[in-house]
């Protein structure tokens, strides 16, 4: 290639620059042994007893991503006669803090999603919402939300069921999410609801949802007598609660899907973490952090300042404990059913690309769970892992970090070191 075609490719080309460290490490940095040392006193009464050592973990691994002094990769230009290289530091792979790393988490998911398992027919978007009341049980109880979701997916089943006449095959992906703006904790749920469902004979039968009223105090009363069962709630309490005229449980489903690119979007919000570094700005002298949104009729405000210590207790608190699940699929789209998909014409019929095209090479016996869980760890081929984020920056920012900028050459990694 020659100077001049190199020169063109340079200055038309975007570059891709390696991310460093951001605010949030900063405020990690500085303030999280601190708030470590401090939380059994000021912050375990709100956020909850025993917590401690898994935000420690997770604020540990969060420290490491991005710093150079942890590791770093070599990336090359294959061109002998170019020989442009550059060094890119080891994310943490973890979710919940790092934002970049959720990211990459949320833009896989919506991937995978759009290309694998939603169905070509349409779908809704619901949120469910809960009273203020009995916001406090999800705090303590970080399981609970799997009831809820198993309730929800029932609920729409035998709707179903009621209207179609006939039981019918469905499907279902939800996600809980414990925050809200400004990271109060505002346990609700997103859900992907298939439009409809397959009979018997293979039909598919389409109901539109209507009357969302009466679906909202049916929601009510299964929340409230799962509260009871539960003994969370006595009677006295679960009969106050129904005589609100308000009650505080809600139902939207005001989105409908009906192509790729809407379910890819409603699945990267379902998957987002709980903070935006867009809305943060961090003041190292005073120790403070200044969160910027929207203005909200909740706090009649669009800025707050936090005390650091304080924003980190609010982030940290939606923190799960290890190992749960937050977002399951059920129904034509868990791991049980969907493993039968080559047995089920109607369903191969409808079945997205990316499916019928990795079929043939993914054969081989499907768990049997009543759901298929998104993991907070790392939930693929590491290889496959090491190329994703590739991939990603190219879609997102438009730029391939394994494209040359100065000649337009492949680009590999030549070595990684990784500190002991």
């Not at 020659?2 to 990690?28: C, E, K, M």
Request: proline share 5%.
């Amino acid at each position: 290639m020659s100077t001049a075609q190199a020169t063109i490719l340079h200055d038309t080309r975007t570059s891709y620059v390696p991310r460093g460290r951001n605010a949030l490490h900063t405020i990690f940095e500085k303030h999280f042994q601190d708030f470590c040392a401090a939380y059994e006193e000021t912050y375990a009464g709100r956020y909850g007893k025993f917590r401690l050592e898994r935000i420690m973990e997770v604020g540990e691994h969060f420290l490491t991503c991005g710093d150079y002094l942890q590791g770093i990769a070599r990336i090359r230009c294959t061109n002998p006669e170019c020989g442009h290289d550059y060094f890119r530091p080891f994310s943490c792979k973890g979710f919940y803090l790092c934002t970049s790393c959720s990211q990459k988490r949320t833009l896989l998911f919506a991937e995978h999603l759009g290309e694998e398992v939603l169905l070509h027919l349409p779908h809704r978007q619901f949120v469910f919402t809960f009273p203020k009341a009995l916001r406090v049980f999800f705090r303590h109880d970080r399981r609970l939300f799997a009831d809820i979701s198993r309730l929800i997916f029932s609920l729409v089943r035998q709707f179903y069921y009621e209207v179609a006449g006939t039981p019918i095959q469905t499907g279902m992906v939800i996600a809980h999410q414990t925050f809200g703006d400004m990271m109060r904790f505002n346990p609700h749920y997103h859900a992907i609801i298939l439009e409809g469902g397959f009979d018997d004979e293979g039909n598919f039968v389409s109901i539109p949802f209507a009357g969302l009223h009466k679906m909202t105090e049916y929601f009510r009363r299964k929340v409230i007598w799962l509260f009871v069962e539960k003994e969370l709630i006595n009677e006295d309490f679960a009969r106050n609660l129904l005589s609100w005229k308000h009650s505080g449980f809600s139902i939207d489903n005001s989105i409908r899907m009906l192509d790729r690119k809407s379910k890819e979007s409603i699945g990267q919000y379902m998957a987002r973490p709980p903070l935006s570094l867009k809305k943060i700005t961090y003041e190292p002298f005073k120790g403070r952090v200044l969160f910027h949104t929207t203005y909200s009729d909740y706090f009649k405000e669009n800025l707050h300042m936090f005390d650091a210590l304080d924003f980190i207790a609010e982030l940290t608190q939606h923190i799960p404990p290890k190992g749960v699940q937050l977002i399951r699929r059920y129904g034509l789209y868990s791991s049980r059913i969907k493993g039968r998909w080559s047995d089920i014409p109607y369903v191969v019929e409808r079945a997205p690309t990316g499916w019928k095209a990795e079929h043939a090479e993914c054969e081989g016996p499907a768990p049997h769970s009543d759901f298929d869980p998104f993991p907070d760890t790392d939930p693929v081929d590491s290889q496959v892992y090491k190329c994703a984020w590739a991939r990603l920056l190219a879609k997102v920012y438009e730029v391939d970090p394994f494209i040359c900028p100065k000649c337009g050459s492949e680009m590999k990694c030549s070595f990684a070191s990784e500190t002991a």
